[in-house]
């Protein structure tokens, strides 16, 4: 383990290590993208159609990373998204997510598509956001609200862009499922990845029992081999605004709306209450052949002034957090690299994870002239270069 995390100097060293350390169905389990990986490569490639204008002979000797979000203070402009089944990746994944993000005072987004009871992560980090995918009707959504109001959560992030499955093309053809389906395959890649058999399966099986989906209703869901989880999951296609509206009016902390990419659809959200919105192609999961949240982000920032707007989607270096902010994010999230992170060396991982790129955030900052990230918020653009930007670029 050491040894592998020696030789991790960026985000995407995690993966290459990750595939060879996790069973063949788990990675791709991290690794799917829909269909043609269209969406995929959109959100890895839209950073390249900008570039930075560094300015020079500034005074950056002293330099801040830090963002303010609704009303909290973090040490760095990126957090952790939300990864379902991350109990599976590492022992008590999303334990271990969150403790990386509290020790590193960053935002972690628990998923509700989690193997850990969501009580757990807010009794050990209070500060944890909760996201949620909501069940399909209207008592069962109120008793999941009130289960995470219960629970302490002060952040709440509703996620918008899965009324259905994805296409499973790719998850079938690493032989992931859920439920999880014990084949001669997924046996021989068990054995044949004896420290995640021991160190996350058996030990898992052994202190907490047989995994279950905790938190996608208020009651405790299907365990993850049973044959009723597809139907605990597909029932979502009627949601409409008007969920989104009573969930306004049952959550009195700040309520995050994630998986949006039209402006349109932005300012509705905001229109209904949303006190901030991650625009979000779900990692290029989903639909395939989308925008990339990046490329919609001037449009969403322009639309919607009031409430910060923050994206995921192919971050993977610390230029790519400062493109983001100087186009008017508040503050980014990043997916798979923590996932791989936590697959490699569980919470150190995911604590190198976090100072790689934190440490790239830092030198770039200096290298573009730039002393506080919180200056980008007012005047990024200046920082940039992009055909469509060219004429403001020339004004300042
Ligand atoms: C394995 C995996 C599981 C995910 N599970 C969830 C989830 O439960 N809820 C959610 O809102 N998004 C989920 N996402 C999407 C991420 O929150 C995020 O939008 C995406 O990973 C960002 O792209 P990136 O992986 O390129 O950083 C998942 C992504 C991955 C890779």
């Not at 592998?4 to 799917?32: M, Q, T, V, W």
């Not at 829909?34 to 002293?62: G, H, M, Q, Y």
Request: glycine residues 8%; proline residues 6%; aromatic residues 8%.
């Amino acid at each position: 383990m050491k040894k592998a995390l020696k030789s991790c100097l960026c985000l995407n060293d995690f993966e290459r290590h990750a595939r060879r350390l996790l069973p063949e169905p788990i990675f791709g389990y991290i690794s799917a993208a829909a269909e043609e990986r269209a969406s995929f490569d959109n959100n890895i490639n839209a950073f390249k159609s900008c570039a930075f204008v560094n300015r020079v002979l500034v005074d950056v000797s002293r330099r801040d990373c830090g963002v303010e979000l609704f009303g909290q203070r973090y040490a760095q402009p990126f957090g952790i998204a939300p990864v379902g089944l991350s109990a599976l990746f590492t022992y008590r994944g999303d334990l271990a997510l969150s403790n990386a993000a509290s020790s590193r005072q960053i935002p972690m987004i628990m998923s509700g598509s989690s193997l850990i009871p969501l009580e757990e992560v807010a009794q050990r980090n209070p500060q944890t956001w909760f996201q949620a995918y909501l069940p399909g009707n209207i008592d069962q959504i109120d008793a999941l609200i009130r289960r995470v109001i219960q629970a302490g959560f002060k952040t709440l992030v509703i996620t918008v862009d899965t009324p259905i499955n994805p296409n499973k093309e790719h998850y079938i053809r690493s032989g992931f499922s859920t439920p999880l389906r014990f084949t001669p395959r997924l046996f021989w890649q068990g054995i044949s990845h004896p420290r995640w058999l021991a160190g996350t399966f058996l030990k898992t099986v052994i202190k907490h029992g047989i995994p279950h989906f905790e938190n996608n209703y208020a009651t405790r869901g299907a365990p993850i081999v049973s044959r009723n989880i597809e139907r605990d999951f597909s029932d979502r296609g009627h949601l409409n605004w008007e969920h989104l509206k009573r969930i306004r009016g049952l959550w009195k902390h700040p309520l995050v709306v994630k998986g949006i990419l039209s402006p349109q659809d932005a300012s509705m959200a905001v229109e209904l209450g949303a006190d901030g919105i991650i625009l979000s192609n779900h990692g290029g999961r989903q639909l395939d052949g989308a925008v990339s949240p990046f490329e919609m982000l001037p449009l969403v920032v322009e639309r919607c002034p009031r409430v910060p707007i923050m994206l995921d989607g192919g971050i993977r270096r610390g230029s790519d957090v400062l493109k983001c902010l100087a186009l008017g994010a508040r503050c980014v999230f990043v997916g798979r690299p923590f996932a791989y992170a936590a697959g490699v060396a569980g919470q150190q991982g995911i604590e190198q994870a976090i100072d790689l790129l934190s440490a790239e955030i830092d030198r770039d900052m200096a290298m573009l002239g730039l002393t506080r990230v919180s200056d980008l918020h007012a005047d990024g653009r200046r920082f940039l270069h992009r055909p469509g930007l060219a004429r403001s670029l020339r004004a300042a």
